[in-house]
C-alpha cells in the first residue's frame, strides 16, 4: 500500500489522513475524491476510503482515485470512521462524508485551527443543486439551531489523531447523532472551531423524501433521546440505501 503525496512539501509539519466512510456511493464519490485531491495540494496526505459492505462500485472507484481502501461490514457510520482511523497513517485526521465536497480553505482552516491547541473541529454546510423551497426553510432552520450550538457535523470534522484516540473515538453505540456526542467529548479536551465557509454536501435526502417523512423523522429523533438512536429501528433515511443518481 502506498501513502498518497503531492509533489510539494508540507509547509505544515502534518500528515493528514482523509477518513471517507461509505457505503454505496459509487455516484458521489468521484466527485468527493477529486475534491480531496484538489483541497489537499500542498500538504502530505492519504485518503483512508472505508468501504462498509457496498454492493456497488464504490471500492473500485476508492481504488481508481489512489485510496487506500478498507472494507468492513457493519452498515454503521460510527464503527466505519472508527475503521478508518484505526488504519490511518497521519497525525491529523479529517473526515468527509462521501457525498460532501470540501476546498482548499477547508484544509488550511482545519490546520490553522489545529495548530494553536483547538481539540478540532467542524464546518457549516451548503447543499447542492436544487431542493424543494420546504427543504431551502428547513434546512436553515435546522443548521442555525445546530451550528448555533457549536456542533460539529459529521460530513465534516476534524481532529488530531491523538485527540481522537484520547476520546474514544466514535461511540459505536449510536446508528446516528454520533457526530453530537463525538463534538461534546473533543469540547472537553479543548477549544471545537466551526470553520467560517461552508462545506458543500448533498441535499438528496430534500429532493428523494417528503417534508413530513423528514420532519416526523426528525421529531423522533429529537424526543427519543440517546435512546432513539442506539439501532437502526426508523433510521431508514440513513440506513435504507436509497440513491440519488447524479446527472452529469
Known amino acids: ?39 489537499a495540494a500542498g500538504y502530505e ?10 454492493t456497488d462500485a464504490t471500492g473500485a472507484i476508492g481504488e481508481e482515485f489512489g485510496a487506500r481502501v478498507i472494507s468492513i461490514e457493519r452498515r454503521q457510520i460510527a464503527a466505519a470512521r472508527n475503521a478508518g482511523a484505526a488504519a490511518a497513517r497521519g497525525n491529523v485526521f479529517i473526515f468527509v462524508d462521501a457525498d460532501t465536497r470540501i476546498g482548499p480553505e477547508h484544509v488550511r482552516g482545519a490546520v490553522e485551527a489545529l495548530e494553536p491547541g483547538c481539540a478540532g473541529g467542524g464546518a457549516r454546510l451548503a447543499t447542492d443543486r436544487e431542493i424543494p423551497r420546504w427543504g431551502r426553510i428547513f434546512f436553515w432552520v435546522f443548521t442555525t439551531l445546530y451550528f448555533g450550538l457549536n456542533l460539529g457535523a459529521g460530513a465534516f470534522l476534524f481532529t488530531t ?10 461511540d459505536e453505540i449510536y446508528f446516528a447523532s454520533e457526530e453530537i456526542f463525538f463534538t461534546i467529548a ?4 479543548g477549544r471545537f472551531r466551526l470553520l467560517r465557509e461552508p462545506a458543500m454536501t448533498s ?3 430534500l429532493r428523494m423524501y417528503s417534508g413530513w417523512k423528514i420532519f416526523t ?10 435512546r432513539g438512536v442506539m439501532s437502526r429501528k ?6 435504507g440505501g436509497e440513491r440519488e443518481k447524479r446527472i452529469g
Open 1 to 39: 500500500m502506498s501513502t498518497e503525496k503531492t509533489t510539494e512539501p508540507s509547509t505544515t509539519g502534518f500528515m493528514i489522513s482523509f477518513i471517507v466512510p461509505a457505503y454505496n456511493e459509487e455516484a458521489e464519490l468521484p466527485g468527493t475524491l477529486r475534491a480531496i485531491r484538489s483541497a
Open 45 to 54: 496526505h492519504e485518503i483512508v476510503l472505508v468501504n462498509d459492505g457496498s
Open 161 to 170: 489523531r491523538e485527540n481522537f484516540f484520547a476520546v474514544g473515538g466514535f
Open 186 to 189: 473533543l469540547k472537553r479536551l
Open 203 to 205: 441535499g438528496r435526502k
Open 217 to 226: 423523522r426528525s421529531l423522533s429523533l429529537i424526543f427519543g433521546g440517546p
Open 234 to 239: 426508523k433510521l431508514d433515511m440513513w440506513y
